[in-house]
């Protein structure tokens, strides 16, 4: 078997032997998959909240009710990302971020420091706005040139770099759309405390570990460092846990 495969949904998760069954579907091709079994002594589990709350996978026996409580307590909505290519830096070679818009509250531009040649800005948005994006999908393009232009007298939309068919080119990533993503970060609703991703990051019977940015309860999450953070403490956790046999 090799290390690494992909294209293999999960379904499933039974934990109750000595081992572990991970079973689901083999996606061969658009609409085409087979069922797969396999197991393992141990398990790392690293998909988004949004997944385990819709019980996308089926673990039995069924999680702890205190995992169950923690995950009713955190939320994760829409996400929607785009990149913007001008042909002409009009926001200042100075300028990191862009603040106080309505239809994005911040713009990144990444090349700040790095490169002279940057003229990209990057904006993300969540929540609300992120699932009105997502339904309007490239025609959320102009609205956001439109808000530009208000601030910078015209510039974006007569400076966006367009192609021969005279489109935007820009770069959209919709992570609501995303079927095993759903969402962008987790966020702990006003009932949840920091103790929900300390039981979400525990352990079941030294079998089956929690990885993820909404796992790490140093201040980490929300970010790649918390789920880096967090798939490194997994890994600890079950290699200890292994050292002990």
């Known amino acids: 078997m090799p290390n690494v495969q992909v294209n293999k949904a999960v379904k499933a998760i039974d934990y109750s032997g000595t081992g572990v069954i991970i079973s689901g579907e083999s996606i061969l091709s658009p ?5 797969f079994t ?3 002594d141990r398990v790392i589990v690293t998909v988004p909240v949004s997944i385990l709350k819709t019980g996308d996978i089926a673990f039995s026996p069924s999680l702890p009710a205190d995992k169950i409580t923690s995950l009713s307590n955190m939320e994760m909505d829409a996400a929607f990302r785009v990149l913007l290519d001008f042909k002409m830096n009009f926001w200042g070679q100075e300028s990191a971020f862009l603040y106080g818009g309505s239809e994005s509250p911040e713009y990144l531009n990444a090349g700040v420091g ?14 609300s706005k992120a699932a009105e994006f997502s339904t309007l999908g490239t025609d959320a393009i102009p609205i956001i040139l439109d808000e530009m232009d ?12 367009k192609d021969l068919n005279d489109k935007a080119i820009t770069v959209i990533q919709d992570w609501s759309k995303e079927k095993y993503v759903r969402g962008g970060i987790a966020y702990l609703k006003s009932e949840g405390s920091n103790q929900d991703r300390i039981n979400l990051g525990a352990s079941v019977n030294d079998k089956i570990f929690f990885a993820g940015e909404a796992t790490d309860a140093r201040g980490e999450s929300g970010t790649i460092n918390g789920a880096l953070l967090s798939g490194e403490r997994a890994a600890n956790e079950a290699l200890t846990s292994i050292s002990r046999l």
Request: proline share 3%; no cysteine; charged share 20%.
């Open 31 to 35: 609409g085409s998959s087979e069922p």
């Open 38 to 40: 396999m197991e393992a």
């Open 114 to 127: 790095r490169s002279e040649n940057s003229k990209t800005l990057s904006l993300t948005v969540n929540g």
């Open 150 to 161: 208000t601030y910078f007298g015209g510039k974006a939309t007569l400076n966006i770099r």
